[in-house]
């Protein structure tokens, strides 16, 4: 990374962003699609909820274990192989996932899903960077913002049509022609933007990264299960996972090349974006988790039904994501982010005092704040924070960014999904009849509210963060003509 492979000058930017977009949008729909298709996977293949889960986990755990190791990846082979190799995998992939004759092939169709989303996500935003120059990289990253939230947003509603009218096999079959039209576009357009420079492999490093983020990602998400935090497997799992973590840490301090450079936590803005991001990303998966719950069994709405409440705000986020960008690349982060959290705290407060009694069009306008709310914190914080740091941690300030993303994922669903559990059961036991129907809703909606006050307490951290952010000014020496 020291050095530029091609002169920038002559890349041709378009062709190479569509290949990411189109590659990116299709991976994250096909892993929110699934979520809503899971209770009608349960009938299908008479599978448990906790077992229906582990297509969620399996996917996570996946990411948590190859997403750390994506910066030496970015360093051994060019942008070609790593874009090919990894539309190869989500190709694989959802072709399994679409044949899939029962449970044990389709989880592993996500498993290898999952290994072409976690070599994807970090090159998307490797080549971002390495493409743009600072001061144009907010509505690069804003097309990103547009297709990450974009994308899970339309995947519910698509599926829940798909399941009513066809099968659930068709959330897979949808995807696979989108996906080989991006390879065949990848193997035409895309070229090659870094110089490879081979570092050394520390095996040692790997493993302890995999135990220590897997442990994390595996322990908090089986959280999410009937035993919840009762579970032995979910300790033993968190005590591997930190102390994987903790050796892991010493690991990279202590090497002349290590897996994950640490040193990009030197930066303090760079830690100030990872932690906003941090906070964004507990905030959105609690809430995309607990929201259609509740729609569906609070409210009685189906899967289709949901999906359509939760389409306008995932739509606005999208749509807002390049326009936030541009705005960034003018103003800079700080007249973004802090009304931006302050939105979205107000958005959540709202939430935690949602009832049987709210209407659809409350619900759509609060979950369209709490979106618009997101979109002003998410991409600014993120690309103040790695505009901060000098070329040669690019690789790694990504790897660490999406690497903490995916354990903000877990924790937030695995928390959220505590607090609704804890809330229902102290809610049931102060009632006299808790198999009364009309007490089970009460006690239901009581966890649901519980859950918005502890994503509203989040966004409350995060608006006081907020406070410490400042502007990136830093201009990097580029060997290629970047500016």
């Not at 202590?254 to 990303?281: E, H, S």
Request: aromatic letters at 10%.
């Amino acid at each position: 990374m020291q050095a530029q492979a091609v002169n920038l000058k002559k890349v041709r930017k378009m062709p190479i962003l569509i290949s990411l977009l189109l590659s990116g949008f299709i991976g994250m729909f096909s892993e929110t699609a699934l979520n809503v298709a899971l209770s009608d996977l349960m009938k299908v293949l008479n599978i448990t909820p906790s077992t229906a889960q582990w297509l969620t986990t399996v996917y996570l755990l996946t990411l948590g274990i190859l997403v750390p190791i994506s910066g030496l990846l970015i360093q051994r082979f060019t942008t070609r192989q790593l874009f090919i190799a990894s539309l190869s995998f989500s190709i694989i992939g959802t072709f399994i996932a679409a044949m899939a004759p029962s449970f044990g092939f389709l989880l592993v169709a996500r498993v290898v899903q999952a290994m072409g989303t976690a070599l994807l996500l970090p090159l998307m935003f490797n080549t971002i960077l390495v493409l743009f120059p600072p001061e144009k990289r907010g509505a690069a990253m804003g097309m990103i913002g547009l297709v990450i939230m974009v994308a899970p947003a339309t995947g519910p509603t698509i599926a829940g049509l798909l399941i009513e009218n066809l099968s659930w096999h068709w959330i897979f079959w949808l995807s696979l022609p989108f996906l080989v039209i991006a390879l065949i576009f990848g193997i035409l357009f895309m070229q090659n933007i870094t110089k490879v420079t081979k570092p050394a492999i520390d095996w040692f490093s790997i493993v302890l990264s995999s135990i220590g983020f897997g442990g994390v990602v595996y322990g908090f998400s089986s959280a999410g299960e009937a035993d919840g935090w009762n579970s032995v497997k979910v300790w033993i799992a968190l005590v591997l996972g930190v102390a994987g973590l903790a050796l892991f840490v010493w690991r990279q301090l202590t090497m002349k090349q290590p897996l994950m450079d640490l040193r990009a936590f030197k930066y303090p803005m760079f830690v100030v974006g990872l932690l906003m991001v941090f906070i964004c990303m507990m905030v959105i998966l609690s809430s995309m988790l607990i929201l259609p719950l509740y729609l569906q069994n609070g409210q009685g709405y189906s899967a289709f039904k949901a999906g359509l409440v939760l389409l306008p705000g995932g739509l606005v986020n999208g749509l807002m994501s390049p326009l936030m960008g541009r705005l960034f690349d003018k103003f800079g982060p700080k007249w973004l982010v802090i009304p931006g959290l302050a939105l979205t705290a107000a958005a959540l407060w709202m939430f935690s005092d949602i009832n049987a009694a709210s209407t659809v069009a409350f619900i759509i306008v609060l979950h369209s704040l709490l979106m618009i709310g997101i979109s002003m914190v998410f991409m600014p914080a993120q690309t103040n924070g790695i505009n901060q740091l000098p070329q040669e941690l690019y690789p790694h300030g990504t790897a660490i960014m999406n690497t903490l993303q995916q354990v903000a994922g877990a924790i937030g669903t695995a928390l959220a999904v505590s607090i609704l559990t804890s809330g229902t059961k102290s809610y049931l036991s102060g009632v006299k009849n808790p198999q009364d129907p009309v007490q089970a809703l009460a006690g239901f909606t009581h966890g649901v509210q519980n859950a918005f006050i502890f994503a509203m307490a989040l966004a409350i951290a995060g608006f006081v963060l907020g406070f410490f952010l400042k502007r990136v000014s830093i201009r990097h020496p580029q060997s290629g003509p970047m500016h």
